[in-house]
């Protein structure tokens, strides 16, 4: 029951998520231009990227770096051992849950990206749509694939990096 439990949390989450994210993308996509429009498709592919790379370092760090750093009262070593000891969940939101939806929103801004360029420029909006399409995909897979790598090499030091945020906000609630 409780992994239905868990199930539960990750469908409303993702659902609340891609509501925020999609009023905010559609929001911006009416009232802005294709520049910045185009800078918003980037910022939302690397945010994916990012989160991707955290969920990735989560499950490939250890957990013995953190009791270490917390034995010396390093800033951020409790959280580390939680991230580590929640791997599996943490891993699931960063990738699964943010990834995904920053991928459906990319794929929402590079459509109305497409229809709106197609529209200035007098391109044809298939190829426009096509070519959009093509870099989303790009970026998106490729960016992942190159800080797939970089979280697996260096994941004790983005669980720490992140772990100091985390504290920050703890100590600020």
């Known amino acids: 029951m409780k992994k239905d439990h868990w199930v539960l949390i990750v469908f409303i989450l993702t659902f609340i998520l891609s509501i925020?994210?999609?009023?905010?993308?559609n929001l911006m996509a009416v009232s802005c231009n294709n520049i910045v429009l185009s800078i918003v498709?980037?910022?939302?592919?690397?945010?994916?990227?990012?989160?991707?790379l955290?969920?990735?370092a989560a499950i490939t760090g250890k957990e013995s770096t953190f009791h270490a750093l917390n034995s010396k009262r390093i800033k951020g070593a409790k959280q580390g051992i939680f991230i580590i000891k929640n791997a599996?969940?943490?891993?699931?939101?960063c990738n699964d849950?943010?990834?995904d939806v920053c991928g459906i929103i990319s794929g929402s801004i590079g459509a109305l990206?497409?229809?709106?360029?197609?529209t200035t420029t007098g391109f044809n909006n298939t190829?426009?749509?096509i070519v959009i399409a093509a870099f989303i995909s790009a970026f998106t897979v490729g960016g992942k694939a190159i800080f797939k790598l970089v979280a697996i090499k260096n994941a004790d030091k983005i669980i720490l990096y992140v772990s100091k945020i985390l504290a920050i906000f703890?100590?600020?609630?």
């Open 113 to 118: 990206l497409s229809i709106s360029l197609a």
């Open 170 to 173: 703890e100590r600020s609630r």
């Open 88 to 93: 599996n969940k943490i891993s699931s939101f």
């Open 97 to 99: 849950i943010v990834g």
């Open 41 to 52: 498709l980037v910022a939302v592919i690397v945010f994916g990227i990012l989160f991707d």
């Open 20 to 25: 925020i994210f999609s009023t905010v993308s």
């Open 127 to 129: 190829i426009v749509s």
């Open 54 to 56: 955290i969920g990735t």
